[in-house]
Structures are given as C-alpha cells and as structure tokens.
C-alpha cells in the first residue's frame, strides 16, 4: 500500500470515508454538551443521565456509521456502473 508519507493515517481514511470523522465529531460534541449540561440535570439521578448521553452518543454514531455504509454502497453500485457504461460508449 503506497501513500504519501506526510498523511496521516487518519487523513487517509477520512478522504476514503467522510463519515467517520463526522461521527467522532458528533461523538464529542454530545458528550462535551451532556457534560456541560450535567450541572443542570435537577433531580434526574446521574446514572440516569449519563446513560442518557450514552445513548444520544451512540445514537448519533450509528447513524454517521450507517449513512456512510449507505453511500459508500451507492458509489460503488451505482455511482461506477454509470461511469463505466459512460467510458464503454466512448471506446
């Protein structure tokens, strides 16, 4: 596998698939938000709402994660055919 060596890792698969950094993106957003929001929880107890952002956390991750599946699918099935039928009929 060759690949510029300056690139991280991480850049590498983020060009390759979008969505991972968005939903660690997400990720840290819902927790840092919940976290903040922890001073003002009232009378739920913290079991309660740290299982609340878990779930808010996870929630959005498995989305990012299934949206990404979804388009990494329409680029190969039907993104591709389309531009291989376009350079067959241009031979």
């Known amino acids: 596998m060759s690949y510029d060596e300056n690139e991280s890792k991480f850049m590498r698969k983020a060009k390759e698939n979008p969505f ?9 957003a819902i927790v840092g938000y919940r ?11 913290m079991s309660v709402h740290l299982i609340h952002m878990r779930v808010a956390a996870q929630g959005f991750v498995v ?3 299934t949206i990404g599946v979804v388009y990494s699918m329409y680029r190969d099935y039907f993104a591709k055919p389309k531009e291989e039928q376009k350079a067959v009929g241009h031979k």
């Open 20 to 28: 991972v950094p968005i939903g660690m993106a997400g990720f840290f």
């Open 35 to 45: 976290l903040l929001k922890m001073k003002s929880r009232g009378d739920t107890k």
């Open 63 to 65: 989305g990012a994660m």
